[in-house]
Structures are given as C-alpha cells and as structure tokens.
C-alpha cells in the first residue's frame, strides 16, 4: 500500500539521487575548465551547545533555518554567473509555480523563484534542471524566463508539449545532467 510518507520518501530519494548526479557533473566541468559549480547547503540554526557524541564527533541540536534560495551557484568559464535549481516531478504536468514558490497577487515570491528571477535580471543565467524522467518526459533546462513568461500568461503548471513548443534558447531536452551545451 502506498501511503504517503512512502511517497515523500521516494520523492525525497529521487531528488537526492538527481542532485548526486549534478554534482558529478559539475565535477567533470569543474575538471574540463567550463565551470565552477557549487551545492549551496540549506541554512541551519544551531539550537544548543556542541558536544561530542557517543563515537566522538561533534554534535549539536539544530533545525532548518530556511529554505536555500538555489540548490547549486557558480560561474561557467567567460564569467557569467549562473543559478541552478534541481527539481524532479513524477507526474504528467509540473506544478512550477508550486514547486518554486513563483509570485502571485496573494503570495510572495519564495526564496527559489526570487533568487532565480534576480540573477536572470543581472545578466546571470538562472535555470531549472528537472529530471521529469519518472513520469517518461526526460530531462530539461528551463531558463527561469520562460516560467516567468508561462506564469504571466496565467499557467501554474506545464507538460512536456508546452515545454518543448517553447523557444530553444530558452527550454530544451537535456541528457541526464548535461545541462551546458557543448
């Protein structure tokens, strides 16, 4: 029986594995000289006094203080900054605008979309990278303008035929996490 902690669970576990797979990737660009990419960790407040614990380790209360803006920033070789937001969706449409927290007349940006928008608008390039494989639509780049363009004609989700009647420069197929084109 599905119940939905198992389904949180494997939503929680098919996130981590696309975000183990970005990294390798940005690895091998950090590697090759095209980019410099990093995790950006979720803030955490620390709730009491660090100690050692039972093997030895530090250790200390501590909760999640906030929800990270993106998951990875850097810079790819030239100088330009870029955002990266990693997603996964298992359904036939991606709800974007839940997902990312994007900005309505009754809500505020989140601190994906805010983030997001932010760099696009200083020259940076801001993209979601969504691994929408589980549902049989493939990996995808999506410049943030896009979603923001989608969201002004009045859509909170997109399939798979919307995304690829976007423009190329700013959607496209991708192959696993190769996000950077050749």
């Not at 098919?14 to 095209?34: F, M, N, P, V």
């Not at 995790?39 to 906030?66: E, M, N, W, Y």
Request: glycine share 10%; with cysteine.
């Amino acid at each position: 029986m599905t119940t939905a902690a198992s389904r949180g669970a494997a939503s929680k576990s098919r996130g981590d594995q696309w975000e183990e797979a970005l990294i390798a990737y940005h690895d091998l660009l950090a590697r090759a000289g095209k980019a410099h990419i990093q995790r950006v960790p979720t803030p955490v407040t620390v709730l009491g006094a660090v100690k050692p614990d039972a093997r030895g380790r530090r250790s200390f209360p501590a909760c999640f203080g906030a929800r990270a803006g993106v998951d990875f920033v850097g810079v790819l070789a030239g100088g330009r900054a870029c955002y990266l937001e990693a997603k996964t969706c298992s359904m036939e449409r991606w709800e974007f605008a839940a997902a990312l927290v994007a900005p309505t007349a009754s809500r505020v940006a989140g601190p994906e979309w805010e983030s997001l928008t932010r760099c696009r608008a200083l020259g940076g390039l801001a993209l979601v990278l969504l691994d929408w494989s589980s549902a049989g639509a493939g990996f995808w780049a999506v410049d943030v303008l896009a979603l923001e363009i989608l969201r002004d004609r009045g859509a909170a989700s997109v399939g798979q035929t919307t995304l690829a009647g976007l423009p190329s420069t700013l959607v496209r197929p991708i192959q696993g996490a190769r996000w950077l084109p050749e």
